[in-house]
């Protein structure tokens, strides 16, 4: 099982509608859970960042964490083209200072 | 501008031939990180600095050597290159941990033949 999974994708999701993204990870231990976008031939750039179980809101991006499921989410609404990237998912397992990424969604936004 | 810069952006170099790629923050961050990017493989861990004098192994270190003499300065350091290197490498800065955002540079493409 790898550490942290996502599904590569890619996932299509008509302008306007809700686009959901998913990872789980293998650490019941993780304290520190990350969303970085990436767009095509570009660095990441960190979304959001969540710790504790719940939501977390930031305009029209939406974390949510399960720590007893290992499971944590991206919910973008109002989805727009220029949402179109691929959206890693990064967790610090373990409680130590490296950090493990999936392999990231590729997510397409349809006009 | 608050930035990480990597030099060179795009590297072909032969197997063998030993080579640096620079890294250099100014945020004054503490923490400081390699990775490289290969598809289907995502983004892996080469090397972290907690600060100065202070690295350590991530999860795909060898081949590689990195040193932290200077706080904003962390250079990845190819001995003898192989062609299973040729990737996309990204240095990246935060705060003092990963806890904190972590802020990449644009990425140096290396091709080893």
């Known amino acids: 099982q790898k550490e942290v999974e996502q599904n590569s994708g890619p996932l299509s999701v008509p302008e306007g509608a809700i686009a959901s993204l998913n990872c789980t990870y293998s650490d019941r231990v993780s304290q520190s859970f990350f969303w970085y976008r990436q767009y095509s031939g570009k660095s990441p750039e960190l979304i959001m960042s969540?710790?504790?179980?719940g939501d977390k809101e930031d305009g029209r991006f939406t974390a949510q964490l399960n720590k007893a499921s290992q499971y944590v989410s991206l919910l973008i609404r109002d989805s727009q083209p220029s949402d179109s990237a691929t959206y890693l998912c990064a967790v610090a397992l373990g409680g130590n200072e490296k950090l493990t990424f999936g392999t990231g969604t590729r997510l397409t936004i349809i006009p | 501008e608050a930035q990480v810069t990597q030099n060179p952006r795009y590297l072909i170099t032969v197997t063998g031939k030993k080579l640096t790629v620079t890294c250099s923050q100014n945020m004054n961050h503490e923490y400081m990180s390699w990775y490289r990017q290969d598809p289907g493989l995502g983004l892996r861990q080469i090397y972290y600095s907690m600060n100065v004098e202070v690295t350590d192994k991530g999860d795909v270190p060898e081949g590689y050597k990195v040193s932290r003499k200077e706080k904003r300065n962390f250079p990845l350091i190819l001995e003898s290159p192989s062609p299973n290197q040729t990737s996309l490498y990204f240095c990246?800065?935060?705060?003092?941990?990963?806890?904190?955002?972590?802020?990449f540079g644009p990425g140096t493409r290396l091709t080893v033949t």
């Open positions: 990246a800065s935060s705060f003092t941990g990963i806890q904190y955002e972590q802020y």
């Open positions: 969540i710790y504790s179980n």
